[in-house]
């Protein structure tokens, strides 16, 4: 009697136990199920972002799609107060992270990216961005001289650009007025497709400036990509932008930025082209760096 009393007191102990680890099992299997942006994640950053928006903070954070398209950088920048919020810290790595961006399954795909420089052929192959020859109209033709932090043209001097404090920029910067409003493709002014770009580049590279953010750029050939992918899914490259702007200036308004957001700079001179007459950006692909004429 004794024994069926104690294997009755066991068997509910162990029906006790097999029941919460179901409830456990059922639990994880609830989170596993809801989560679908971890298995797509494939950088520090994504992963970030993932854990963020999975502990519910991520409000504030543009869709997985959009954030992805963005440089590190600006992925810090949009990660940074909802990650503090949450005592998780920023990955320190740009670099490993920006690699890892950059060869993604669709970036890889591609071996074109267009360059700013209108004059250039549209298409040049992002593995050899050191050209053999120097190019008409560029700053290597014109025996520009790159220095540290800054670039001089026949005694004409372009000073690297950097973040903005609030202070420094425009009170109605960051008010709503304020929009990034891509132009629409005229085909009449700009035939081909990389003369809009360049004319829509150049938009968005003035807009980034007004709030600020200067060293904080996407690359031209980002620039390119994203066009191509919004094309391919049938997006809205305009709006794209447009909200992303939005974005960065509610953070602008609320978090302090490092003047650079990264401390090397372009390789050599044949990295860079003039956007402008008095703006030169250089890209090598991974990282921007403008230079603006005293």
Request: hydrophobic fraction near 30%.
């Amino acid at each position: 009697m004794r024994y069926n009393l104690q294997l009755r007191y066991s068997l509910r102990y162990i029906a006790a136990g097999l029941a919460t680890i179901s409830l456990i099992l059922m639990a994880q299997t609830g989170i596993a199920a809801t989560d679908k942006c971890t298995p797509l994640a494939r950088t520090p950053m994504e992963r970030l972002y993932c854990e963020v928006t999975n502990k519910g903070e991520g409000k504030s954070l543009p869709p997985f799609d959009d954030f992805r398209r963005n440089t590190p950088q600006i992925q810090a920048l949009l990660l940074k107060r909802p990650a503090e919020k949450l005592g998780l810290k920023i990955p320190a790595d740009t670099q490993a992270t920006t690699t890892a961006t950059a060869t993604d399954s669709h970036s890889a795909s591609r071996t074109q990216a267009a360059k700013p420089q209108a004059s250039r052929k549209a298409d040049v192959d992002t593995s050899q961005a050191k050209r053999t020859q120097r190019e008409p109209g560029t700053p290597e033709s014109d025996s520009c001289q790159l220095h540290k932090q800054s670039i001089t043209c026949s005694g004409r001097q372009f000073q690297l650009v950097e973040n903005l404090p609030n202070k420094s920029i425009s009170p109605t910067a960051l008010q709503a007025t304020n929009r990034l409003q891509l132009p629409d493709w005229n085909t009449q002014e700009q035939p081909s497709e990389h003369l809009y770009l360049t004319s829509a580049y150049q938009v968005y590279i003035d807009k980034m400036m007004e709030i600020g953010l200067g060293a904080a750029t996407m690359s031209f050939t980002r620039f390119h990509h994203n066009f191509q992918e919004a094309k391919e899914q049938n997006r809205d490259f305009q709006q794209r932008f447009a909200d992303m702007y939005e974005y960065l200036k509610e953070d602008k308004r609320t978090m302090s930025t490092p003047k650079r957001l990264v401390s090397n700079g372009p390789e050599g001179i044949e990295y860079c082209d003039y956007l402008k007459k008095n703006l030169i950006v250089c890209d090598n692909g991974f990282h921007n760096w403008l230079y603006l004429a005293k």
